[in-house]
């Protein structure tokens, strides 16, 4: 693992700092806990491997930024928990990051080019697996698997100009998944698996920003399932991302560029077995190749999407349950409502202002999909409940959006 935290160089006119970072990580890095108790109060497991990561903050002053990761070696980190039981927490959260980089200043302005890749053959893996044989209160099972990512934020910000070139060869997994006699009050099962990942915003801030993405890798994968006899209020959440771009901005005026490439097939799979079932419970799978989504409040945006993906993308929620405990509502019974969601998108780009607070939007989107979409939501149960399934498969969208503020 190679680490630069706080890196500033010698202040120069204006009082800017200068950062200049160059990192090359070529071993395998993991990170690994496994833990076996029989009946305890609770239980906290956090494994977190990182190739290159970096973080500069600058409270006050400008900053210039150049940075350069290139990561060689596969990464893994694996939390692994058993116990009979639980009675107040049960957490569980790995988390895989071969290049990060996290800039963020106040009251100052950011220019920045960043340049992260991810050598072919490699591979970044987080897997979070938790069993209470007896039963657990509140468990929770987390998986993040990153390729690359680089994040630029500023408040009171005059300005952001920045360019991301990310660039992943890696194949990412993301695994999360537990297992009881009974779920306790509520249960919450996440995994989540990027490529590329690129954010930009501040506030009263002008942005100019810059992200070109491109996903070589064999495959993006999110698994994540959840096995109870008894549960309650099961949440169970798998998404898989080629490549993703978010810009959040107010009060000045953004202009975004974003160039996307997927060539990876993106699977997200989420799975819920429960005996018996009650309260709010969802199964959720979202599966995207290509994804820029910007929201710029009080001023107006200009936004240009180019995306092209040509992997297959697959999302699958699945249910299968027994008996719900109880009926449907809450006036003397208990609720027993379950959802199956199955997304999957090719390309998908999304622009937002606002239009009385000052704000237009320009925008020039070009999409091509050549992958095959596909999302599958599927229930299997007994009696008593509310069932709510839906799937949908998207090989192009766009939207843009500008509203007006307050009632």
Sequence with gaps: MTVATGLSGAAFAGDTTEVINVQLDTDPFSAGLNVVAIDVLSVLGAATALGNTLSVQVDTGDLSLSNTQTLNGSGRSESIIRVNSASEALDSIATTFGNSATITTCCGTIDAVSIQETGTDTSMTAISDVIADDWALNPTSTATAVGNAVAYETWQGSRITAWAK??????????ASLEAGLFADTATITATAIANSATAGGENTTLDVDANQDNF??????????RSADG????????????????????GFAQVRSGQDNQAQITAN????????????ASTAYAVANTTLVSNIGSDLDLLTLQYNDGNVDATAT?????????????????????TSATAFGNAASGFVCATCGGGIRANNQQTNTGNITATSTVNTGSNGALIATATAVGNSASYQTVQSGP
């Design 166 to 175: 990310q660039t992943n060869n890696a194949a990412i997994l993301a695994e």
């Design 217 to 226: 890798g064999p495959s993006v994968t999110a698994n994540a399932w959840a």
């Design 232 to 251: 309650e209020d099961v949440i169970t959440t798998a998404t898989a991302t080629g490549n993703a771009y978010n810009v959040e901005n107010s009060y």
């Design 270 to 281: 989420s799975d819920v077995t429960l005996d018996l079932w009650e309260g709010w419970n």
């Design 319 to 339: 249910f299968t349950g027994g008996d719900a405990d109880g009926g449907v509502g809450n006036s003397g019974t208990n609720i027993t409502d379950f959802v």
